[in-house]
């Protein structure tokens, strides 16, 4: 199963100190908009994720269809089919895609620690 481009996504309380942090570490604005309440911070294959006031739990996100510099891949795994393999393993979603659909989607589950997943395709 290809899961494509991985991030954390942070729920933060305060846009600007979170962005300012994380350029201390290296880090630098790769996408996002702070009018929109977020941003993506990148460190070489590394995405973070800024969103502040959009959700209450950190989230471990993946995009099907994307590399790590958000670009398209030519081959993927898309967000149905791995739907499929997951709930073929026995796992519960919290949201599904509807059947017969195409193009962008999502689906998400909770890791045993209740993390929540999210499977996020743009493509």
Do not use: C
């Amino acid at each position: 199963m290809k899961l494509g481009a991985f991030s954390i996504s942070l729920s933060v309380k305060d846009l600007q100190a979170s962005k300012a942090f994380y350029e201390k570490l290296g880090f630098s604005v790769f996408a996002g908009n702070p009018d929109h309440h977020y941003l993506i911070m990148k460190q070489d294959h590394i995405l973070i994720g800024l969103f502040e006031g959009m959700f209450e739990q950190n989230i471990l996100t993946f995009n099907p269809g994307w590399d790590q510099d958000a670009q398209t891949l030519p081959e993927f795994d898309d967000v149905r089919a791995i739907q499929a393999a997951l709930l073929a393993q026995g796992l519960q979603l919290e949201r599904r895609v509807e059947p017969g659909t195409e193009g962008p989607a999502s689906i998400v589950l909770i890791d045993p620690d209740g993390n929540p997943v999210l499977i996020d395709q743009h493509v």
